[in-house]
């Protein structure tokens, strides 16, 4: 059964800092990555999808990176501002894309970015 | 159109009321879904349509009850529901497969808020 870990839990920084927030995850065997953003009460805001052939992506302040072989991923967000405050979640997919892959979620990374 | 629009954005309902969760897409995705998010806890997988049909229901209580109407609309009709049924409640869509030899990813709505008194 796959399962999706993310460490940290919860982090803390000032603002302007450079940060990574990492996921595993047990089978290797995924069809893609995706970085989810969460605000508090609200829905989930897709941030960088990688799929199992890529290596990374990256979108203006933020790169995901993937490592199949390993179970791993990274999140890294370049001069962090409070606006990046949320919780980070990481999901996988599972064998094929659409109604045959269900997205098993990691509990997130609740990230506070102090002015 | 890039989005997934649910409605309402709030309820909150009595345990013997009978209400309805609306979800609509208009990105020509061809498979939907709704998934169940309690406080600090990370969204859980309640039902998927493919094409229409339902293809999986992860053992849902049938107070909860799905419907797809139309590839664009995915209903959730609430009925003789529990307090601890209070959640955030969410949809997604995806393209149902490959398009181009790639998936596109799922996209999620804003949730609607539900809670039971």
């Known amino acids: 059964k796959q399962e999706v870990t993310q460490i940290p839990a919860a982090l803390s920084v000032p603002e302007g800092e450079n940060l990574v927030l990492n996921c595993s995850f047990t089978?290797?065997?995924?069809?893609?990555l995706q970085w989810f953003r969460q605000d508090p009460g609200k829905g989930l805001t897709s941030l960088l999808l990688i799929q199992s052939s890529q290596r990374e992506q990256t979108s203006g302040r933020l790169n995901a990176s993937l490592d199949k072989s390993s179970g791993r991923s990274t999140l890294y967000i370049a001069a962090s501002q409070p606006g990046d405050s949320a919780t980070y979640l990481c999901?996988?997919?599972?064998?094929?894309?659409?109604?045959?892959?269900?997205?098993?979620f990691g509990k997130g990374t609740k990230l506070s970015v102090k002015p | 159109d890039t989005e997934v629009t649910q409605t309402p954005k709030h309820l909150v309902m009595g345990m013997t009321n009978k209400k309805s969760l609306k979800c609509e897409q208009h990105?020509?995705?061809?498979?939907m879904y709704w998934y169940k998010q309690k406080a600090k806890k990370p969204p859980e997988l309640m039902f998927v349509?493919?094409?229409?049909?339902?293809?999986i229901n992860e053992s849902v209580p049938s107070r909860f009850s799905p419907e797809c109407p139309n590839s664009s609309l995915l209903n959730l009709h609430l009925h003789a529901l529990q307090p601890e049924d209070s959640a955030l409640y969410l949809c997604?869509?995806?393209?149902?497969?490959?398009?181009?030899?790639?998936?596109?990813?799922?996209?999620f709505g804003s949730g609607t808020r539900l809670t039971v008194v």
């Open positions: 089978d290797s065997a995924i069809y893609n």
């Open positions: 999901a996988v997919t599972s064998g094929y894309g659409g109604s045959q892959g269900n997205l098993i």
């Open positions: 990105m020509g995705h061809r498979a």
């Open positions: 349509y493919s094409y229409e049909k339902l293809s």
């Open positions: 997604a869509s995806s393209q149902g497969g490959v398009r181009d030899g790639r998936f596109y990813g799922y996209t």
